[in-house]
Each structure stands twice: as C-alpha cells, then as structure tokens.
C-alpha cells in the first residue's frame, strides 16, 4: 500500500513561490511517476505537472508552464514541486498522486494515477 503525505502549503502573496513537498512510503519509489493535480473551490480536479518514474520525461499545464518545476529525489522518496510567480488563480488543495510506471494513459488523466494524498492548500492573496 503506497502512503503520500504532501506539505509546504500555506498563504503567499502575488508574485511569491512556494515549494510543495510529497513523501512516498509503501513501495520502491523509483517504481513510480509522480503527478500533481490541483483542485480550486467549485471547480474539478485538474491536472498540475508530472514527472516520469526516472525523472527523464517531466509535463506541466500550459498554465504553470514556465512557472513552475517538479523534480525528484528518489533517495529522499520525495517528489517536489517548485511554484513561482504565483497568482490568485492557483490557489487550489494540491494533490500529490502515483502511478506504476507500467500504467498507460497520460500523465494528465486523473484515472491512471493508483495513489493519492489528502492535499495541501495553497492561497494566492491578491
């Protein structure tokens, strides 16, 4: 049973960064792509970034792109996810979630993910 416990959530300023955190527990990390998705009130789940199981393939939203980085480190069993230039339209509950590295479907669907984490908020103030 994989666990992911996600953290570094909080209320940052427009224009601020702030660096997600999400712990793997449970299985061989290096087994697994990692994604984030985030969640806005009254709005779906929607995709963030993902990175593949060995970190050679990485993809963003058009909306995050440029602004933020997701990166691993499979000794720490931590995948990270580094936002910049934040804006009101980010704040969300972002999700950490993991997918075998034998699954198929896009990085992007939601339903190809096997493991997800209770979230963390993120508040852009204006």
């Known amino acids: 049973q994989v666990q992911l416990v996600e953290s570094g959530g909080g209320l940052v300023q427009a224009g601020g960064s702030l660096r997600l955190s999400c712990t793997f527990s449970?299985?061989?990390?290096?087994?697994?792509?990692m994604g984030w998705f985030r969640q806005a009130p009254g709005k779906e789940r929607e995709f963030v970034s993902a990175i593949s199981w060995n970190g050679g393939r990485t993809d963003y939203a058009d909306s995050v792109k440029g602004r933020f980085t997701i990166s691993r480190d499979d000794a720490k069993r931590t995948v990270y996810l580094q936002m910049s230039s934040l804006n009101p339209e980010d704040t969300a509950v972002y999700y950490c979630?993991?997918?075998?590295?034998?699954?198929?479907?896009?990085?992007?669907?939601?339903?190809?993910?096997?493991?997800w984490g209770q979230g963390t908020q993120v508040t852009v103030s204006s």
């Open positions: 449970g299985r061989v990390f290096s087994n697994w792509a």
């Open positions: 979630a993991a997918r075998s590295l034998w699954s198929g479907g896009a990085y992007s669907e939601a339903g190809s993910y096997d493991y």
